[in-house]
């Protein structure tokens, strides 16, 4: 494609310094040839921006006079929900972070540098245009993931409790995988987070804290209650990381969390287009049913769901097992062997017979040979 009819991305800086945004604009420098980038100083002015055209990301700063950051990324998700929201943050208040969780996607500390910030930029983005915008505007239509209503209740009670430890509140986040996400999705993000990426519900519970935690879970409604379908996926979603554990051993954890997440994508769908994907569900047969995604979105759960763990910040180990889980053989080399245990463990908590399953597709992930044990330690189990 000649360089004259490359489709930019369209990056938009809000912050009300006039030298922040300079800083910002020299910072990335470079990558003015791949993305068209807009600088506003207030949040109105960001607003009136996004009205006249769209954009691919929005990054704003927190601290800012009349319309703040969580103010307008709030008011972004709504209008413009396709659009990927990054906050900066340097000294703001912690009440006001908690305000943004529901509408931000990443959280970034000021200062920040060029390669951070430019990760975080193409997470937000896909290389092919028209499926980035599908896998953008399903996930657009969802704020917050579901927590069953036991779960919620029960992290409320532990979390009111000045004696509740790390290994209760660990066993309760696992019970979820909307829950386990969002844990991964703070403890990783560079303002909440540590410097090195965290895979492990446990280690993640451990780093962001009892009363960070708590603050967070009793302040603002971040989860919201699941019935019905949602909530019987998200028992087939823990039944999947039991299985993925049980197959690959205790010390999987960024196996067991990634096979918790691996169907993330499906409660989209399913919040955010109810009716139709619960007719793509009913026509589609077993072990067919990302076919029927693709035929009536465009899209899979697991490219929405990769593409949300992506945004939130989660390792990468954990967003290609979840990209390929049904498609073990085209995950990166070392993860091939974990995708494809996940691939069947899927298989089977979902009551799928894994002889129905390519076969090929399981001798290039390297997982064929170990099926009959696997079987067996499922039945066991």
Known sequence: ????????????FVDDEPAI?????????????????????????????MRKQAFDVVVSDMRMPGIDGATLLNVVKDEFPATARIMLSG?????????????????????????????????GCDSDPARDEKIRAAIGRVDKLPSPPDIFFDLSRVMQSATAGIDEVAALVVRDPGLAAKVLQLVN??????????????????????DRLRYIALTVSVFCTAEGDVQELQA?????????????????GEAFA????????????????????????????????VVYEEQA??????????????????PNAIVDVVRNHHHPDLAPEPLRYTAGAIFVADALAHGIDPAKLDQGTLLRAGVLHMVPAWCAIARAS
């Open 1 to 12: 494609m000649p360089a004259d009819k490359i489709i930019k991305k369209r990056i938009l």
């Open 21 to 49: 945004l300079a800083g910002l604009q020299n910072l990335l420098y470079k990558d003015r040839k791949r993305w068209e980038m807009v600088f506003a100083n207030s949040g109105d002015k960001a607003l009136a921006e």
């Open 91 to 123: 000294h703001a208040e912690r009440e006001a972070i908690v305000r943004a969780l529901p509408a931000l996607h990443q959280l970034l500390s000021k200062p920040c540098d060029a390669d951070t910030l430019r990760v975080a930029i193409e997470r």
């Open 189 to 210: 993000s560079a303002y909440f987070g540590a410097r090195q990426k965290t895979s492990t519900i446990q280690q993640a519970v451990s780093l962001l804290g009892i």
């Open 236 to 252: 087939l979603s823990q039944r999947t990381a039991q299985l993925a554990q049980g197959f690959l051993g205790k010390s999987a």
């Open 258 to 289: 990634a096979a918790l997440l691996c169907d993330v994508g499906r409660i989209i769908f399913m919040l955010g287009m109810t009716e139709q994907y619960r007719e793509v569900c009913a026509a589609a047969p077993p072990g067919e049913l």
């Open 297 to 314: 979105f465009g899209v899979t759960h697991a490219d929405v769901g990769a593409r949300l763990l992506a945004l939130w910040g989660l």
